[in-house]
């Protein structure tokens, strides 16, 4: 059987439907309530290889921390908004479906199918 790791935030409606979409399929993945259990810089950096991402595209531009914390700069770092994010994992976008070497974010939440085995 394989893993499924779902990033996951109960109060996201994304998040909500991937998962539902997920156990009616008779999956049940490892829930990570990455808001309240924050991954490491190295997790993130490992996640945004299984996504084929930079950090900047895992950014949730939308949240006032990326205002205040002037993440807007394009000229920050990899490092840099990896910290943010480590330090403000409200800033990460949701939901993450990881399968084995592979991840995708469930935007829209039927996205999470596509990487099934």
């Known amino acids: 059987m394989t893993d499924l790791t779902l990033y996951h935030?109960?109060?996201?409606?994304?998040s909500r439907s991937a998962l539902q979409l997920?156990?009616?399929r008779g999956l049940t993945p490892t829930i990570v309530r990455y808001l309240e259990t924050p991954p490491s810089a190295s997790q993130l950096q490992d996640l945004l290889s299984k996504l084929g991402l930079n950090a900047r595209e895992l950014l949730r531009t939308g949240?006032?921390?990326y205002q205040a914390l002037g993440l807007v700069?394009?000229?920050l770092s990899e490092a840099q908004?990896?910290?943010?994010?480590?330090?403000?994992?409200?800033?990460i976008e949701r939901p993450i479906l990881v399968v084995d070497d592979q991840a995708?974010?469930?935007r829209p939440p039927e996205k999470v199918l596509e990487i099934l085995p």
Do not use: F
Not at 9 to 14: A, E, F, I, Q, T
Not at 81 to 87: G, H, R
């Open 73 to 75: 700069d394009l000229g």
């Open 63 to 65: 949240e006032d921390e």
């Open 81 to 91: 908004l990896i910290a943010a994010m480590v330090a403000h994992p409200k800033l």
């Open 9 to 14: 935030n109960p109060r996201c409606s994304k």
């Open 22 to 24: 997920l156990e009616a």
């Open 104 to 106: 995708v974010i469930g």
